[in-house]
């Protein structure tokens, strides 16, 4: 009994120790950490007639670090009492207790225990107890290991309940866990899932979603490092799947930032206003997401053409609005309802664009509007033991894209004016899985995805030479139908997965105004991912080898690159590409849940690369198979305390090359590196601050160079009260202020230099709250969001 009551004091003291000092791991997207103190929080019961006052202070044996949020248990050797205190941001404690004989257990989930024996007669000030890290408990600055479940190659890390979440973010928290950066595990970009839906947001929405999501409202967020293309043929990812909080008695989280910001280089500024709101009880799960906001800028470029050097001024204007609904309603303990809303309004978005020099002189002007709408249903059946469930699943999407164009002053012939085009996109996609016991996963499926447009010209418009422009209307569809099997074999040690897509593709395109051009084929895209894990003390390791058959997304269409590079697609039809063969052997490493490094070699066969030529005075782009290619990859992912809980740094390290041989026996190289660095500091009690930068080595692509590009910024966070945190930054103060890309295309004299300064300063104010049972229930104390960074 008394054992029982020992660790339920100990995880009682964690729940507390968010009102003491908590030291959260930044996330190594650049998210931050946070330092936040209360002066008095033991917990003490009512003490007996004739007690004496005891005090004391708890230490880390290493560095003599006071441990804020340990539990002292006094036991009572003669009545079998116990009484309990729980350190505060100084580590001490203070209890009172009758006279007599005790044993004293000090605990700490990250801590060895520590028991002493004394005898208690008058008020005592008892020797300093100190605590022995526990290394598998801690995982170095990493998720505390008793909340990380492993399965093979894919983990699950207990948001609720888990000291190291208290007070961040989702996005802060998942930065913590090992092998994650930002929206990407081992490398690889990550599809998000709320509750089983995909997030369809770009990725800074996302980034915005995650960061005004508290913990508080989190479940588990369950990682796989590869993740089959159910869904889409071309996408090979890794996958985070967030759950929001389950079975509580009316419990609400709710968060809200707002983040104005000045971008002195450009010249622009942006304001932002998002949160969250959730409500958990024992039969709902409701997560709504919001934002509004908006920004403009201006950015200049300078081209060199044939000797020729032209010059355009941007600005660029946008505001936009966002709401996500996620809700969960279990009927009863087998059997569930999960519904999704997904609204995202863009009621305006201008690109200004002046040209000048050359041959061009004139000024265009571009309107964008656009809305996407999206409705997702699921039906869950629970069965047997852990997580063994049938899921069906159905997600509906919708959205318009108009573009209104205006050239001022073009030369005659040059470009049509104006110039509409008008988009409808849709898509439906339906699954059906079967999950046993985290062991073993079946997915099939089916989707459409469409888009039909148009492009509209002045009726009677002329270029030069007499050719008269029609309105030319455009359809595209994919129909597809999918398997995925994923398993895990000899103790986690094994994983397998293995999936097979079959897609129906087809475009109709009419330029000429009397007739369709209608391009369509039908293929198998085959796909398998093999991994072998090892895992001792801490240490995990994975060999993987991938080989996925798919059809480039980028070939669809026939672009044309204009002379300021950007790249402009002609619906003059579909260009038809065989599938590409890709191979991959990778080699992945995690140490201490703190470091992760990892290297890969591929074989690619069938690789499509743009080929570029001159025609009419244009730069044209087309895509043709370029014979195969090799390449290689390396990345790290590492963090050290300097000094333990004052002064921490993260680095991540990246690097590619890759060589592609040519159909014609040609050979071409390409590489890039990158280096991105971050040191935080705890300044005091309260304050906390970070300094970043980030490094990109001179890259060459096939067909271009590209120059060095580096920045580096400072934050510093506070809390201002219980409920309030204030972050104030400035990002990218120093770069280097412009990017330049040089073309090495035989014949294809051309050069970009990319005049952009994002230097930014701004601030973000968080006010979060949680209640429980009518009471509030937690405190904001952390450098929340994109606060730390510059994410």
């Known amino acids: 009994m008394d054992k029982l009551?020992?660790?339920?004091?100990?995880?009682?003291?964690f729940l507390l120790m968010p009102f003491c000092v908590e030291i959260h791991a930044a996330a190594r997207s650049g998210l931050g950490f946070s330092v936040s103190s209360c002066s008095d929080t033991s917990v003490r019961t009512q003490p007996p007639?004739?007690?004496f006052e005891v005090s004391g202070v708890v230490l880390d044996s290493a560095s003599r670090v006071p441990v804020a949020g340990a539990a002292v248990i006094f036991g009572n050797t003669g009545t079998g009492g116990l009484t309990y205190a729980v350190t505060g941001s100084d580590g001490r404690f203070k209890v009172s207790v009758a006279a007599g004989d005790y044993s004293i257990t000090v605990t700490h989930v990250q801590y060895y225990d520590f028991t002493y024996k004394t005898g208690i007669a008058s008020v005592t000030e008892l020797?300093?107890?100190?605590?022995?890290?526990?290394?598998?408990s801690l995982e170095a600055a990493s998720v505390t290991g008793s909340y990380i479940k492993r399965r093979g190659s894919n983990y699950t890390v207990s948001v609720k309940g888990n000291p190291k979440a208290e007070g961040l973010s989702t996005l802060s928290f998942m930065g913590t866990l090992p092998g994650v950066r930002g929206l990407s595990v081992n490398d690889r970009p990550a599809v998000i899932y709320i509750n089983d839906r995909e997030l369809k947001m770009s990725r800074d929405q996302i980034v915005q979603y995650l960061s005004t999501v508290p913990t508080e409202s989190i479940e588990d967020i369950r990682v796989r490092p590869s993740k089959g293309a159910v869904g889409q043929a071309s996408r090979r990812n890794a996958a985070i799947y967030i759950r929001t909080r389950r079975n509580e008695n009316e419990f609400i989280s709710a968060m809200a930032m707002i983040n104005p910001e000045y971008k002195y280089g450009v010249k622009g500024a942006k304001g932002d206003l998002s949160g969250s709101f959730g409500y958990f009880d024992k039969k709902i799960s409701s997560l709504t997401f919001f934002y509004g906001g908006g920004f403009f800028e201006n950015e200049g470029r300078a081209n060199i053409v044939g000797g020729n050097e032209e010059a355009s001024d941007a600005r660029h204007e946008i505001a936009s609005f966002t709401l996500d609904q996620s809700f969960v309603y279990d009927i009863s303990d087998k059997h569930s309802i999960g519904l999704g809303l997904n609204v995202f309004y863009k009621p305006y978005e201008l690109w200004r664009k002046d040209y000048t020099g050359g041959s061009r002189d004139y000024l265009n002007n571009s309107i964008i509007r656009y809305h996407k709408e999206e409705v997702f249903v699921q039906y869950a059946y629970k069965f047997g033991r852990r997580n063994s469930s049938f899921k069906l699943t159905a997600d509906l999407v919708s959205g318009n894209t108009n573009v209104s164009d205006e050239y001022i002053n073009a030369p005659e012939g040059f470009v049509p004016v104006p110039l509409r085009r008008n988009g409808i996109n849709s898509g439906i996609q339906a699954d059906l899985s079967l999950e046993l016991d985290d062991d073993m996963n079946l997915t099939i499926g089916t989707n459409y995805t469409g888009m039909v447009a148009s492009t509209a010209y002045p009726d009677g418009m002329e270029l030069a030479g007499g050719e008269k422009l029609y309105s030319v209307p455009y359809?595209?569809?994919?129909y597809s139908a999918y398997a995925e099997y994923y398993a895990s074999f000899w103790d986690g040690r094994l994983d397998l997965t293995a999936g097979l897509r079959y897609e129906h593709a087809f475009s109709k395109a009419r330029p000429s105004g009397d007739s369709w051009n209608t391009y369509r084929y039908d293929d198998f895209f085959p796909y398998v991912d093999l991994t072998y894990n090892f895992k001792k003390d801490g240490y995990y390791l994975s060999l993987m080898f991938d080989r996925t058959i798919f059809r480039p997304s980028s070939g669809d269409y026939i672009p044309y690159v204009g002379r300021d590079g950007e790249q402009v697609y002609d619906v003059s039809g579909l260009s038809l590409v065989l599938p590409e063969y890709r191979n991959e052997l990778s080699l992945t490493q995690t140490i201490g849940g703190a470091h992760t490094v990892g290297f890969s070699?591929?074989?690619?066969?069938n690789v499509y690369n743009p080929v570029y030529f001159t025609q009419d005075d244009k730069i044209v782009s087309t895509w043709t198979s370029a014979g195969s290619e090799h390449g290689f990859s390396l990345f790290a992912d590492m963090g050290f305390w300097i000094i333990k809980y004052t002064m921490h740094i993260g680095l991540n390290l990246g690097g590619q090359y890759n060589m592609l041989e040519n159909i014609a026996g040609d050979s071409f190289d390409s590489w890039?590196?990158?280096?991105?660095?971050?040191?935080w500091f705890q300044l005091s009690k309260s304050w906390t601050m970070a300094l970043t930068g980030s490094y990109s080595s001179p890259s060459k692509?096939?067909?271009q160079i590209y120059d060095d590009n580096w920045s580096a910024g400072i934050a510093a966070g506070t809390d201002l009260g219980k409920n309030w945190h204030l972050t104030l930054y400035l990002y990218d103060v120093l770069n280097n202020r412009k990017s330049r890309s040089r073309s090495i295309m035989p014949g294809l004299p051309y050069e970009s230099i990319y005049i952009f300064d994002s230097a930014r300063a701004g601030f973000t104010l968080t006010y979060k709250f949680s209640n429980y049972r009518g009471k509030r229930a937690s405190r904001i104390n952390t450098v929340s969001g994109r606060s730390v960074s510059g994410s």
């Open 5 to 13: 009551f020992i660790y339920a004091v100990s995880v009682l003291s």
């Open 49 to 51: 007639p004739a007690a």
């Open 127 to 136: 020797s300093p107890f100190v605590l022995k890290e526990n290394v598998e």
């Open 475 to 478: 359809r595209e569809g994919i």
């Open 601 to 605: 070699y591929s074989f690619n066969q």
């Open 672 to 679: 890039e590196g990158r280096v991105s660095a971050r040191l």
């Open 701 to 703: 692509s096939f067909s």
